[in-house]
């Protein structure tokens, strides 16, 4: 009789979205792996935290502070999100950047957009060139892609600048994040956030889909991985350092860490591991290794730069008057006689009369006199979080629905079922007294919740407008770290992953290996789970498999195996079927929730 296979023991430190991944993919394997998953925090979620705030002031009881949202090509995210009960909500992405002469936005054509429209139909042709060239302007940085195509200061100041800062979160960095990059968020299937327009630069108000509660949807997330029973959650637990990865007893990895708050104090424990996933960002990771660390680790993790930022999280409407173009105003629309043709003529117009009724911006940045290369940038967290207009914390999403593999997760958690609750949309009805522009109820302009970020402490603070933001509509104040996305980091880290994963028993987790967006971070550790032998959650599905073949052999350098690892059936699954007369299937497969099932024969 053979003995009992032995479980591959994985610790994973972090429990964010790539520790989640890992840890969900690992979790549909009861029979292989014993997964912990660590994490100082009490809560999961890593930066997709939510925060309360004052419903009957608001109009809303919590808001989504570090994650808003995504691009509906996310289809990792988006497929995990509607499994679990969850369901974003579709808004148009309206931006408003610049202040008066300077102003300019995707609703309607500025005075700014017509100024510069020989370099906005050039840029077509740039991102051409850089798609057939991607290799060699992974190196080169958009402030000297701008002079190589002969692109005037005031157009990469005033319209790309901004632009790149916003798809990346990249702040004062901007001028020397990958020209590669650049173009893949215009052009790539997988990565897209806007399309490129020859007249306006971007395409008119894309769909986005703003996050339901995250707070929720990551306890959801942990209660179904939970719920095979070989994971176990130590959140509120600090793994201090890596002590071995090569040790003889017990296990390779041994690892010390300090249990939280409600267990022993700061006593510190010492635990053994087979496999170790770290996702963690990149300086953490080389804390934790410190002297176990390879050299190549440190070449590679050591060229990850980050940035220290501050959101304050506000209700100062004044604040927000002064540095940004909050309400559409005729004197910024561009003239007609800028247009070419009766039809475009006609078609200015129709946005202008959009734009005088529905003029609703979501992102804003301003510049800083004393350098234009430096930002500020703001949301409308009313105008883009679905609570505000009296969603629920699930979002738009009915119990009852089973298609595109929502409510798939069963039985869905108890936090799933409590957020998709209609009474969930409620708290803050009395302070909806304003209407969005389609007529539903919504708090009014000086009731908004905003968010301004001020970006790189270290190098702009003496720059920051913080100070202006008055004390009595503070609302919350929260530091963040960032990845920079600077060329160096597409020369100097994402080639070489590669290299470093798999390697000493461990494996790195974490958008900060390629491109700072959830969608990575999601993919990132599902194939942190795929190398150690857990299959891809979601084989099959095209648009979902199309970023984890990209991602699984850029940074892991393995192709995606077209079928699923062959799995035996569970003992309790044979035990079931015996004991029921029904015969075993010659094969099996498994759903989209995790759950194993034996086909009949």
């Known amino acids: 009789m053979s003995s009992t296979p032995k479980l591959k ?30 994490d100082k925090q009490s809560v999961a979620g890593g930066m997709a935290t939510s925060i309360d705030i004052d419903a009957d002031k608001y109009g809303a009881s919590y808001i989504n502070d570090g994650v808003q949202g995504c691009s509906p090509v996310f289809a990792n995210t988006l497929r995990m999100f509607r499994m679990l009960g969850f369901e974003p909500t579709e808004v148009g992405m309206q931006i408003s950047f610049g202040k008066g002469e300077n102003f300019w936005t995707n609703v309607f054509p500025s005075e700014l957009v017509t100024k510069f429209q020989k370099d906005i139909a050039k840029f077509g042709r740039a991102l051409s060139t850089i798609k057939k060239l991607e290799p060699v302007f ?92 070989n994971v176990e959650f130590k959140l509120g637990n600090e793994v201090l350092r890596v002590l071995s990865r090569t040790a003889k007893k017990d296990g390779p ?31 953490s990771c080389l804390k934790l290794l410190g002297k176990e660390a390879t050299w190549r680790e440190r070449k590679v993790l050591g060229s990850v730069k980050y940035l220290y930022d501050v959101t304050i999280t506000h209700n100062d409407l ?49 510049q800083y006199d004393q350098d234009k290369s430096k930002i500020e940038m703001s949301f409308d967290l009313t105008h883009y979080q679905p609570q505000f207009r009296g969603e629920k914390p699930a979002g738009p999403i009915s119990p009852s629905d089973r ?19 209609e009474k969930g949309g409620r708290p803050g009805e009395s302070a909806r007294t304003g209407m969005d522009a389609d007529g539903k109820p919504e708090p009014p302009l000086e009731k908004h919740v ?23 509509k503070r609302i919350h104040e929260k530091w963040w770290k960032q990845q920079s996305h600077r060329w160096q980091h ?81 003992c309790n699954d044979l035990e079931r079927r015996i004991s029921s007369g029904r015969k075993i299937a010659r094969g099996y497969s498994h759903d989209g929730a995790g759950c194993h099932r034996i086909l009949d024969s």
């Open 318 to 366: 004044e604040y927000m008057n002064k540095y940004y173009e909050t309400q559409y105003s005729p004197k910024h629309n561009a003239p007609l006689s800028a247009a070419g043709s009766a039809q475009e003529r006609e078609q200015m117009t129709e946005a202008f009369d959009f734009a005088a009724h529905k003029f609703r911006p979501l992102y804003y940045t301003m």
């Open 403 to 421: 298609s595109e593999h929502r409510n798939e997760c069963d039985p869905l958690s108890d936090y799933a079922r409590r957020a998709q609750d």
């Open 9 to 38: 023991r994985v610790c994973i430190v972090g429990a964010g979205a790539s520790g989640m991944s890992a840890a969900y993919a690992l979790s549909k394997h009861p029979d292989k792996f014993q997964v912990t998953v660590f």
């Open 450 to 472: 905003f968010q301004t970020i001020f970006l790189d402490r270290d190098g702009s603070q003496g720059l920051w407008t913080w100070g202006e933001i008055r004390g009595e």
């Open 138 to 229: 992974a190196a080169i940085p958009v402030h000297t892609m701008l002079r190589m195509f002969g692109f005037s200061t005031e157009f990469g100041e005033r319209m790309v600048y901004p632009l790149v800062a916003l798809f990346f979160g990249t702040g004062n960095q901007t001028p020397y994040i990958s020209s590669a990059i650049l173009e893949r968020v215009f052009m790539d299937p997988s990565m897209r956030l806007f399309e490129y327009d020859e007249k306006s630069l971007l395409a008119s108000i894309p769909t986005m889909l703003a996050f339901p509660k995250l707070h929720d949807v990551y306890q959801a997330w942990r209660e179904e991985i939970s719920s095979r029973g």
């Open 490 to 570: 597409y020369v100097e880290v994402v080639p070489w992953m590669m290299f470093i994963n798999g390697k000493q028993n461990t494996h790195y987790a974490g958008a900060w290996s390629v491109l700072n967006m959830h969608e990575l971070a999601v993919t990132s550790g599902f194939a942190a789970a795929y190398r150690l032998g857990a299959d891809y959650p979601f084989h099959g599905d095209e648009d979902c498999e199309r970023l984890f073949r990209l991602y699984l052999m850029l940074s892991h350098g393995v192709r995606l195996v077209r079928h699923p690892r062959p799995e035996a059936p569970s």
């Open 253 to 283: 990895v041994r690892i010390e860490y300090q249990l939280g708050e409600g267990d022993d104090g700061s006593e510190q424990h010492i635990a053994a591991f087979d496999e170790l996933i770290l996702a963690i960002d990149a300086d």
